[in-house]
Every structure is written in structure tokens, then in C-alpha cells.
T-cell receptor, first 117, second 109 residues
């Protein structure tokens, strides 16, 4: 099935632990994004990648890092998790970076619910 | 600062019509999106407006007025499956997406 796959779907971890959320897409999209979604707030961009080999910081990048070694994979790492990083994380992709060359419809993964205790 | 406003929650009756409003203040404008998000699921694309006017797609329509910084999503012939959150997002002059907090729509039989 074409689309975006995220793993794990849910995770509880202790503060201070390292955690990597995985994201893989099979649509050959150039751009990929990581968002967090918290109650009462709009989706907030953490990091993005215009194309394989490049990454950029979004609105709330502190405490997170990403890499884009190839077109399909875009993992998000929390080096040392803190309780404020408890959230639902969505990976997304689009043909081009935020639709600079087209409408820019985003395709989202099913989300990873992370709880940091 | 940049801001997207939409009502937090709305309630409507099955079979009726509901209009969800979105007002925005952004640095520039390169399009407005509506996404639907069922509880516990991923957001999915509903509509995109870049020019003023009404875009109709089946039971869903989206309207845009750039001069007023205003959009609405109109849902007709409401069905129980339309119970979801509806997210408004604006693409600013730097092509960054600014998201509203979403409107939770509750459909009652």
C-alpha cells in the first residue's frame, strides 16, 4: 500500500532516554516533514527536508534531530527525551517543498504517540 | 505574528449543513488548505484555495476571500462519519504552512 509508514505507533519512555521515530515513504516525494500535534495547538513543524541529503529547522526544533540519507527515509531522533516532548508526532511528505511547484498537498503518516515520563 | 483562528468545537445534526470558518493573519499568502482528521488518525487533504471564490467537491465546498483573510468549509448532507476535526492551514509568503488548532465537529443523529 502506497503512503507513509511510521514506527512505533506508540511508545512510553523514561526521561533522559534516546528515541528514534522512523518514517518511510514510497511515493518518491522530494520533501518530508516532522510535525508534533498537541491539544489546543495547531500542527507545529519540527524539521523538514527539501530533498535527500538536506534538512532544515522548523518552528520547534530544539531537542530533536533528523537525517535524510535517501529519498524514502526520514527518521526523527530525541537525543535525551524530556516530558515536554510528550506528543503525537506526524511524518508527512509532498512532491515539492511546501508546494513551491504545485499545490503542496501533504500526505501524512498515521502518527506516533510518544509519552515521556 | 502569524495567526489562524477557527472555532474550537461545533455541533450539528445528521443531514444538516454546517459552515466552519477560518480567519487568518499571515505574512503573505500562497494558498489555503482544509484537512480532515478523525480522532486518532492522520490528517487527510480536503481542499485547496488560492483564488477568491467557492470550490465545490461533492458534499464539501471551500470558500476564500483573500481581502478579508477569511475562508470557510461548508459541509452538506452531514453524515455521522463527518464527525472529525477540520484543520485550516495557510501557506505564507515563504511557503511555510501555518496551521490552525482545528475545529472539532460533532454530528448528532
Amino acid at each position: 500500500i502506497a503512503g507513509i509508514t511510521q514506527a512505533p505507533t506508540s511508545q512510553i519512555l523514561a526521561a533522559g532516554r534516546r528515541m528514534t521515530l522512523r518514517c518511510t515513504q514510497d511515493m518518491r516525494h522530494n520533501a518530508m516533514y516532522w510535525y508534533r500535534q498537541d491539544l489546543g495547538l495547531g500542527l507545529r513543524l519540527i524539521h523538514y527536508s527539501n530533498t535527500a541529503g538536506t534538512t532544515g529547522k522548523g518552528e520547534v526544533p530544539d531537542g530533536y534531530s533528523v537525517s535524510r540519507a535517501n529519498t524514502d527515509d526520514f527518521p526523527l531522533t530525541l537525543a535525551s527525551a524530556v516530558p515536554s516532548q510528550t506528543s503525537v508526532y506526524f511524518c508527512a511528505s509532498s512532491d515539492s517543498y511546501f508546494g513551491q511547484e504545485n499545490t503542496g498537498e501533504l500526505f501524512f503518516g498515521e502518527g506516533s504517540r510518544l509519552t515521556v515520563l | 505574528g502569524q495567526n489562524i483562528d477557527q472555532p474550537t468545537e461545533m455541533t450539528a445534526t445528521e443531514g444538516a449543513i454546517v459552515q466552519i470558518n477560518c480567519t487568518y493573519q499571515t505574512s503573505g499568502f500562497n494558498g489555503l488548505f482544509w484537512y480532515q482528521q478523525h480522532a486518532g488518525e492522520a490528517p487527510t487533504f480536503l481542499s485547496y484555495n488560492v483564488l477568491d471564490g467557492l470550490e465545490e467537491k461533492g458534499r464539501f465546498s471551500s470558500f476564500l476571500s483573500r481581502s478579508k483573510g477569511y475562508s470557510y468549509l461548508l459541509l452538506k448532507e452531514l453524515q455521522m462519519k463527518d464527525s472529525a476535526s477540520y484543520l485550516c492551514a495557510v501557506k505564507d509568503s515563504n511557503y511555510q504552512l501555518i496551521w490552525g488548532a482545528g475545529t472539532k465537529l460533532i454530528i448528532k443523529p
